[in-house]
């Protein structure tokens, strides 16, 4: 099966934590890509980062950081020193080998001042 | 350059009544595709196409019906509207499947 898992329904930090958001995977393909869009209240959906499965590197971007692990199909995102235009809904995607993608439920993010 | 553009932004509807949304982009994409985002969950896939002409299903097809008459549209219709069709319907398109666009979604309620 080809699924998307986001435990964290919604988190609640104050300003300046750092915040982690999990995403644990299923997929029965060998090769695929894994994204993460974000949702600010206004609506759009933000393309943050994508990541192929041959590619373990972690990813550095400014605050931004993410943690793939094979091994525990696992793609975690970190935000360091949070901030409150980071409050959204953040989404974690498969993209299966059809080129279609699977999306997890998404956590909301609230950062508090 | 407009990206990904969606009509209409909100619409109503009484059950039974038909309407097409129409997603329009101009990156020269080759993939489209069509999702409905439900209180509290993901998007979920609903059709998408891989070129002018043609057209699949994805993960919720049933009550849609789509069409890709020309590189740059998408159309999504509901021939018969019903309640359990409210929701936020996003629009995308790829470079091939490459990260998808998306277009600043419709909101539909029919009741």
């Known amino acids: 099966a080809q699924k998307v898992t986001q435990a964290q329904t919604e988190i609640s930090v104050v300003e300046k934590e750092d915040v982690t958001l999990d995403c644990v995977y299923e997929?029965?393909?060998?090769?695929?890509?894994l994204f993460w869009y974000k949702q600010p209240p206004s609506g759009e959906l933000v393309f943050l980062i994508r990541?192929?499965?041959?590619d373990e590197q972690n990813e550095i971007s400014g605050r931004y950081s993410w943690n793939f692990q094979k091994s525990t199909s696992s793609f975690n995102f970190t935000i360091t020193a949070s901030q409150v235009v980071d409050s959204a809904v953040y989404f974690c995607?498969?993209?299966?080998?059809?080129?279609?993608?699977?999306w997890g439920a998404g956590t909301k993010l609230i950062i508090k001042p | 350059n407009a990206g990904v553009t969606q009509t209409p932004k909100f619409r109503v509807l009484k059950t039974g009544q038909s309407m097409t949304l129409l997603c329009a982009q101009d990156?020269?994409?080759?993939?489209m595709y069509w999702y409905r985002q439900d209180p509290g969950m993901g998007l979920r896939l609903i059709h998408y196409?891989?070129?002018?002409?043609?057209?699949a299903k994805g993960e919720v097809p049933d009550g849609y019906n789509v069409s890709r008459l020309k590189k740059q549209n998408f159309l999504l219709g509901l021939e018969s509207a019903a309640p359990s069709q409210t929701s936020v319907y996003f629009c995308?398109?790829?470079?091939?499947?490459?990260?998808?666009?998306f277009g600043p979604g419709t909101r539909l309620t029919v009741l």
């Open positions: 990156m020269n994409h080759e993939y």
């Open positions: 196409s891989v070129g002018e002409g043609t057209t």
């Open positions: 995308a398109s790829s470079y091939l499947g490459r990260k998808q666009f």
């Open positions: 997929t029965r393909d060998t090769t695929y890509y």
């Open positions: 995607a498969l993209r299966r080998s059809n080129y279609q993608l699977i």
């Open positions: 990541r192929n499965s041959f």
